[in-house]
Nanobody, 125 residues
Framework: QVQLVESGGGSVQAGESLRLSCVVS????????MAWFRQAAGKEREAVAT???????KIAESVAGRFTISQDTQKKTLYLQMNSLKPEDTAMYYC???????????????????WGQGAQVTVSS
């Protein structure tokens, strides 16, 4: 059974940094996608960053240059390094995981099969 456990959320001041971690119990497939999504109060869940088994990444324009997605496959851990945080980054952050479909890039729609429990990130000005 695939399980995802997140950690690293918290409350910070604008301009500070946080790193989220997501431990995967096992990969759904050798070809997989990992992603970070976020959902602010009253808004839809949106993709922040994706990463596939080959290490290809995509970053949302709203966080490009500030956020970095990475993984440690030995530890089965996905990371989201968040620098220069802004109040508009305040949201619940979720990691997600699924098999990667053929040669397709990882989806940015929130239709992944497996989800973490969420980690709250609050940025005050």
């Amino acid at each position: 059974q695939v399980q995802l456990v997140e950690s690293g959320g918290g409350s910070v001041q604008a301009g500070e940094s946080l790193r989220l971690s997501c431990v995967v119990s096992k990969y759904a497939s050798s070809r997989y996608c990992m992603a970070w999504f976020r959902q602010a109060a009253g808004k839809e869940r949106e993709a922040v960053a994706t990463l596939d088994n080959s290490g290809n990444t995509k970053i949302a324009e709203s966080v490009a240059g500030r956020f970095t997605i990475s993984q440690d496959t030995q530890k089965k851990t996905l990371y989201l390094q968040m620098n220069s945080l802004k109040p508009e980054d305040t949201a619940m952050y979720y990691c997600a995981h699924d098999q990667r479909k053929f040669a397709a890039s990882c989806p940015v729609a929130p239709n992944y099969a497996h989800w973490g429990q969420g980690a709250q990130v609050t940025v005050s000005s």
